[in-house]
């Protein structure tokens, strides 16, 4: 536990030293959430405030941003460099390894949506959640279904390159299409179809409904379908992870 710990540390300093994945992942937020304040700040919304609908939706996408670039893509770029398979040779167990990057993308996770939450409570009025356990509830089922997910799919790349254009790709799919950014209601039907295949759109449902509305046994599908994507990418994570590029 102690050598975990000491990895996702040092992980976690790392992290702090790379200026674009800081700017990437505390500052575009904010900028883009203030972007959209200065646009619909003050617009009918439903019964929803322009804070109760964004700040939870761009929790929802830095969920995504974390599990790719912070997770994935890093991870893969430690395949292509020999990175794992010298740690393979340490008495660290893979799993552990596995943990620690686990246990760094959470924090770093966390101090963005903290970060996201003061920025909306200092600027937009935004108040705490109304049902707050089943929104922690509900980032954890988010966070089990993002992170395996991304480390499959990068799993597949075979190099940085190709890992980071695949989690920019499946990025910008549900950043434009899973209603983070712009209303399913203003987007063609199709699109609306399009949006209920993308895991983000389940994260946004649940984190919006539980912030606002009603606690996380209201909306067992959206919990429902994360935990499916949960076991799934798990299986599939396990199975594609590679520890070397061979």
Same mark, same amino acid.
């Given at each position: 536990?102690?050598?975990?710990?000491?990895?996702?540390?040092?992980?976690?300093?790392?992290?702090?030293?790379?200026?674009?994945?800081?700017?990437?992942?505390?500052?575009?937020?904010?900028?883009?959430?203030?972007? *959209?304040?200065?646009?619909?700040?003050?617009?009918?919304?439903?019964?929803?405030?322009?804070?109760?609908?964004?700040?939870?939706?761009?929790?929802?996408?830095?969920?995504?941003?974390?599990?790719?670039?912070?997770?994935?893509?890093?991870?893969?770029?430690?395949?292509?460099?020999?990175?794992?398979?010298?740690?393979?040779?340490?008495?660290?167990?893979?799993?552990?390894?596995?943990?620690?990057?686990?246990?760094?993308?959470?924090?770093?996770?966390?101090?963005?949506?903290?970060?996201?939450?003061?920025?909306?409570?200092?600027?937009?009025?935004?108040?705490?959640? /109304?049902?707050?356990?089943?929104?922690?509830?509900?980032?954890?089922?988010?966070?089990?279904?993002? *992170?395996?997910?991304?480390?499959?799919?990068?799993?597949?790349?075979?190099?940085?390159?190709?890992?980071?254009?695949?989690?920019?790709?499946?990025?910008?799919?549900?950043?434009?299409?899973?209603?983070?950014?712009?209303?399913?209601?203003?987007?063609?039907?199709?699109?609306?179809?399009?949006?209920?295949?993308?895991?983000?759109?389940?994260?946004? /449902?649940?984190?919006?409904?539980?912030?606002?509305?009603?606690?996380?046994?209201?909306?067992?599908?959206?919990?429902?379908?994360?935990?499916?994507?949960?076991?799934?990418?798990?299986?599939?994570?396990?199975?594609?992870?590679?520890?070397?590029?061979?």
């Amino acid at each position: 536990m102690t050598a975990m710990l000491k990895l996702a540390n040092l992980e976690t300093k790392m992290f702090f030293r790379d200026r674009l994945s800081v700017f990437w992942t505390f500052l575009f937020p904010v900028l883009m959430i203030w972007l *959209f304040g200065s646009m619909f700040q003050g617009q009918e919304m439903g019964e929803m405030s322009f804070a109760e609908l964004y700040v939870p939706s761009w929790i929802g996408v830095n969920i995504v941003t974390t599990s790719f670039f912070t997770l994935g893509t890093v991870l893969a770029n430690y395949r292509e460099t020999g990175v794992l398979r010298r740690y393979q040779s340490t008495p660290l167990q893979p799993w552990k390894i596995l943990a620690a990057h686990t246990f760094q993308g959470t924090v770093i996770f966390m101090i963005s949506a903290i970060l996201l939450m003061v920025f909306g409570m200092l600027m937009y009025d935004l108040t705490l959640p /109304q049902y707050i356990g089943s929104t922690l509830l509900a980032l954890l089922v988010s966070i089990l279904a993002f *992170f395996p997910f991304a480390l499959f799919l990068t799993s597949l790349a075979k190099n940085t390159q190709a890992a980071a254009a695949i989690s920019s790709l499946f990025l910008n799919l549900m950043l434009f299409l899973s209603g983070a950014t712009f209303p399913l209601e203003m987007m063609p039907e199709i699109l609306q179809y399009v949006a209920k295949a993308l895991p983000l759109y389940y994260t946004i /449902q649940l984190l919006r409904g539980t912030w606002n509305t009603a606690p996380i046994s209201d909306y067992g599908l959206e919990a429902g379908v994360l935990l499916g994507i949960a076991v799934v990418s798990l299986f599939l994570a396990s199975r594609f992870f590679r520890w070397s590029g061979q």
